[in-house]
Structures are given as C-alpha cells and as structure tokens.
C-alpha cells in the first residue's frame, strides 16, 4: 500500500494525540508509532517568543519532497508532518513528525531523519523576540544540523 503523507504548514497549533490517532486508529498493521514534537524554549528566560517565516507553497513542496524521501528509505504505514509559522511563546509546539511502520527501527529512523532535513532543508526563517525588547534577531543555521543530516548521506563504508 502506498503511504500518502500528510504535510501542512500552518499558524494554528495542533494535537500530537489527535494526529498520532489519525494515523493508527482501526489499523492493526502498525507496529511502531514514533512521535516527536519540537518546541519553543524560552532560553533561560531571555526569549519572549520565536517568531518563524516562511516562503508559502515553497515550504510545503520541500516538506513533501522530505516526506517523499522517508517514504521511499523505509517502510512506513503512515507519516504526519505538520511545521507551524507565525509567533510562537515559549512551550508552544513548533514542529510536529509522526511516523507509523510496522517496526520500530523504521518509525525511529524515518522520524530522526525528517527532524535532521526539516532543521537543514525546509526554508523556514527564524528570529528572536527578547523578553527585555531588544530587537530581535534572527537565528543563524547551525553546523551540527548539517552534520547530523550528513549522516544519512555518508557512504558507511568509506567513511570507516
């Protein structure tokens, strides 16, 4: 059965429990549902809230062609991508991955590398609103995310 996968980009929170529902209830073919919610921290108290730009039509295609490729690596049985936009407070959901197999390994493995590519390859635009009303700045990529990517597109063996 070909897994369709649900992709949205969207200002309005949402239910991990109600999602993770969607993609399990009356199945008896899922074996493994991993589920990871990314959050706003409040980093130490400095951070009033995160606010995330996005360039429409234009993040939902990469989000789908990240899915597309989860899809084709492992053997899934449902997959939920949801990536809000807007300003968002501190302990407000950012980012939503859900992925059903009916193995652990694959709903494991599948969920790190859409967290690992949604962080390097979907063009979503962060910037900091201090708690003290300092202009906000906008958050850089980091190295390590794209290390972290990297790691499923190393050849395993000439990398020994």
Known sequence: MQVKPLVRVQAEDFDAGEESRRL???????????????????????????????????????????????IGRWPLTGLTVIHRFGRIAPGENIVLVVTASKHRRAAFEAADFLMDFLKTRAPFWKKEHRVSGDAGTWVD????????????????????
């Open 24 to 70: 399990t209830e009356g199945r008896k073919d899922v074996g493994a549902l991993v589920t990871f919610t990314g959050l706003c921290r409040d980093e130490a108290g400095t951070l009033s809230a995160l606010e995330l730009e996005h360039y429409p039509g234009m993040a939902e295609a990469e989000l789908g062609r990240i899915a597309a490729e989860a």
């Open 141 to 160: 990529a980091k190295s390590g995310d794209d290390k972290d990517a990297a790691r499923w597109t190393a050849d395993p063996i000439s990398s020994r």
